[in-house]
């Protein structure tokens, strides 16, 4: 994705802030939120596979699949 940045100088020359097109920071912002599903989604299987190392190693009495969608 080109995106057509313009940057904003003190008199320095120092940049302190970057501007661009309305049109453009709707698609970085959608590109964003795609990103953070996906980051979310992976967090959420990490734990979910963890969870379930932790309950093979556990001697305590397992719950199926049929047994949890009951209780919803």
Known sequence: MKIAIQYLNDSNGTTQAVQLPLSDWEKVLERMKKYEQSLKLKSDLKEAFEQVSRM?????????????????
């Open 56 to 72: 093979k190693k556990s001697k305590r009495k397992k719950q199926t699949l049929n047994e949890f969608l009951d209780e919803l």
